[in-house]
Nanobody, 120 residues
Framework: QVQLVESGGGSVQTGGSLRLSCAVS????????MSWYRQVPGKEREFVSA???????SYADSVKGRFTISRDNAKNTVYLQMNSLKPEDTAMYYC??????????????WGQGTQVTVSS
């Protein structure tokens, strides 16, 4: 069973930094897109950043220039380096992967989330 475990969340002051990690366990034939989303209570989950299997990246306008996504394929892990954090970055952060399983079927899995809180 494929599972995603996020870590690295916490509480920081405005301008601080955090590095989120999302480790994938279980068998995957191949992992394609790895991405980060975030959600605050009462709002829809929103896209933050993604990186594909060719290491091409994309970012939400609200985090461009401040966040950097990367992946370590040998460790099946995706990272999100968050700098110059703002109170509006406060949210639960989730990682998501798109992959092919042992039967070559395309699948999508989400992690349980890690909380990021930025105080002013």
């Amino acid at each position: 069973q494929v599972q995603l475990v996020e870590s690295g969340g916490g509480s920081v002051q405005t301008g601080g930094s955090l590095r989120l990690s999302c480790a994938v366990s279980g068998y995957t034939y191949r992992i394609y897109d790895m991405s980060w989303y975030r959600q605050v209570p009462g709002k829809e989950r929103e896209f933050v950043s993604a990186i594909d299997s060719d290491a091409s990246t994309s970012y939400a306008d609200s985090v461009k220039g401040r966040f950097t996504i990367s992946r370590d394929n040998a460790k099946n892990t995706v990272y999100l380096q968050m700098n110059s954090l703002k109170p509006e970055d406060t949210a639960m952060y989730y990682c998501k992967i798109q992959y092919r399983d042992r039967w070559y079927s395309r699948r999508e899995n989400w992690g349980q989330g890690t909380q990021v809180t930025v105080s002013s």
